[in-house]
């Protein structure tokens, strides 16, 4: 029999060395310190990950009769990762033995500009085509006109640029030992499935209490913290302690997810009474900007966890929250937006222009309010995230919030790469439309991103029949022409 | 279409039915024409009702995989050049009884070009193309008037362009 005595002895022994560990990340936290430890940790991960993967391949090679996908196993050192990652994705569209991506990328290759219709092929038919002596009216057509549009039509529905943003990047090279990111789970070899299965049990039951705890931590600091400045009267000491206080938050948080940041360019961090715009993958997009400067959020008010979470958070810093019937008037949201720049003390304002989270391959079409206030100094961020240790985009229509969360509590890490651009502002005669264009431009060709004119919106919504109406008219266009 | 699909190997139909899975989002195992809706790049085609069409060969207006796969199939580079431009054919043939009235072709007409052509110059364009491919003068167009009227050049074209949906070489 056990007596209550030594169950709270083992308890305590069981849980010392998790409290210990917590105050030491939270002083280094707060003293912005980092022993590396998450460093060495990624780096053996990924030593682990390429011995994994070689496996598969060698079972491969031996069940694969034509050989024709392999390529020789590359082991990708995390501090290359970055470089790395968009050959990654490009050599695996190249040896996927499924042909159809690859000619959508031909399709692209026709294309001169992204813009907002699916501008079609200029049509190559046209050049060989038979001329007609017979028809002397201006509109002539063949059988054949069609073709093109059918032929679209069935690459669209193949594979097509936009769907594919809106769900988790496809499979990998090197398999991470999640099963989540492999579309079936196959069984390779003993090894493999032991390595799978360690590393579950790693992720679930050692760090995955772990980080718990550290949330549970970080909450309560916050949580104390905003008590802790309701006491002092004086505003401009409130908000110097709030912006230190929130970036020890968010430095807690990022430990939650063991997320390693690098950050690019610090000199070009964001500075009070500007706008910060960023793209879009992930909540956790917003802690990580938080980790390296403070910042006001703009959004809507929402209810339950994340509600109380915003108005805790107003307790620290000024942000800007709407309900929703105010959301949609834009003039105001311009003009609080305004009046918060033009306070010079004010932190600045972080904006994702893209709506919505996209699955971080793509920079998707910047909605145009946050740019159309042209006294403000716009500090583009890119954010990149590496997907071999865990995928931090959120797809909403399939997870929660809670789940997401908890989904990447148990991933390995979150390894991400924070590029800070220099400042841009609105030239003269630019229209915010093209003000917009130019910033997402520059963001994508630092983060390595497909820079798209489609509308992140298009994730919940329908397309306008605009567009198909100008594809109508381009095909009178061209039966008039020839 | 019954023909074998033996033209497409494994990998693609397993891609095949990724993208199926991904666009079935009620899981019913086959597609509507509101979740082909989903891919903008299709919804601002003005043929999309036609290719659904042609997919959903029992005509219950949703596709299955086996429709969907066999639809492909016609893409396959391997596969029969018969089959692409009986495709091609298909896209006006609307009543699938293999020849092209001139109410099909006008109705199929006035899907691409839309406002931009009042109905009577429509009618024209589609009065001259009948007269000109409609060789037994039986008043519609069967495939073997189609190969014909498209012509040898042409039909090379087509062959071409439906086959870079599904190609090895590049």
Partial sequence: MITTAQVFTIISIICAPMVGIAALVLTLAALNLSLGIRRLYVQLLALIFDYATKIKRDKEISIDSNGSSDEPPTPLPPSTAKNKLAPTLEKKNEDNPVEVTSTTQLLNDCKDEINNENESDSLPIQEQKVSRASSQSDIQFKLGDIIDYTRQGLEAIVDDDVTKRFTSAEEMVVWNLLTRTQQQHEYFSMRVTLLWFLGFCVRYFILFPFRLFLFILGVVWMLGSAVFLQYFPAKDAKLRFGFYINIVL????????????????????????????????????????????????????????????????????????????????????????????????NLPILIFPEGTCINNTSVMMFKKGCFEITEATIYPVAIKYDNRFGDAFWNSTKHELFQYLILMMTSWAIVVDVYYLPPMTIEEGETSVDFARRVKAAIAKQGGFVDLEWDGGLKRALPKADYKAEEQRKFYEMLKTE | MGQDISQIDSNEIQKMLQKFGKLDEDNSGALSAKEFMQIPELTSNPLVERVIDIFDSDGNGEVDFTEFIRGMNSFASKGDTQYKLRFAFNIYDIDKDGYITNAELFHVLKMMVGNNLLDEQLQQVVDKTMIYSDKDGDQRISFKEFCDAIGPSLREDIINHLNKITSDDR
């Fill in chain 1, 250 to 345: 968010h430095r807690i948080l990022s430990r939650v997810f063991s997320a390693i940041i690098t950050i690019h360019n610090t000199e070009h961090r964001a500075k009070c009474g500007s706008i910060c715009v960023a793209n879009h993958t992930s909540p956790i997009d917003v802690i990580i900007l938080s980790t390296d400067n403070s910042f006001s959020m703009i959004g809507q008010q929402q209810g339950g966890f994340f509600g109380m979470v915003q108005r805790t958070l107003s307790q620290t810093a000024n942000h800007i929250w709407f309900e929703r019937s105010e959301a949609k008037d834009r003039h105001m949201v311009a003009e609080k937006m305004r009046e918060h720049i033009q306070a010079h003390n």
